[in-house]
């Protein structure tokens, strides 16, 4: 239990890898849960990531939905890497947009996976996010 009486959150082989993951967390990406091949991630878009219209650039609203995906696909333990991955963007961000992606499994077979990834500004989807998996065989690096 933490401190206050509440169940503290169930740790995963997930959490591990964002802990260990410098990019995602350099760009202020945040790991709110993950676990049983679901995970939520948020990031706050700062003036850094805007493109020539001063909007969000596509690739870190990628990199965000990327990220969630990871967090989900990696929540059952084994290491889990993307064979591919490909996104719908539906609506700008902008400088100081909150956008939180939340990744679902859709279903695993063998040592592939397919999830989808929704990324949203409070109650807005801004993004689709479609990823596939592939589990590391044991003992192969890369």
Do not use: K, Q, W
Not at 28 to 35: D, K, P
Not at 54 to 81: E, Q, Y
């Amino acid at each position: 239990m933490a401190e206050n009486g509440r169940v503290a959150p169930r740790r995963t082989a997930a959490h591990d890898m964002f802990d260990a993951d410098v990019a995602s967390r350099a760009l202020g990406i945040e790991l709110v849960s993950a676990g049983d091949g679901a995970a939520v991630a948020r990031m706050r878009v700062t003036a850094a990531m805007l493109n020539g219209h001063a909007i969000g650039h596509g690739g870190f609203v990628f990199l965000l939905a990327d990220t969630a995906f990871a967090l989900a696909c990696n929540s059952h333990g084994p290491a889990t890497v993307a064979a591919g991955g490909e996104i719908s963007f539906l609506r700008p961000v902008r400088e100081g947009d909150l956008l939180t992606a939340r990744a679902t499994e859709r279903t695993r077979y063998g040592r592939s996976g397919i999830y989808d990834v929704t990324v949203s500004r409070g109650d807005e989807v801004v993004a689709e996010f479609r990823g596939r998996s592939r589990t590391l065989a044991r003992g192969v690096e890369g």
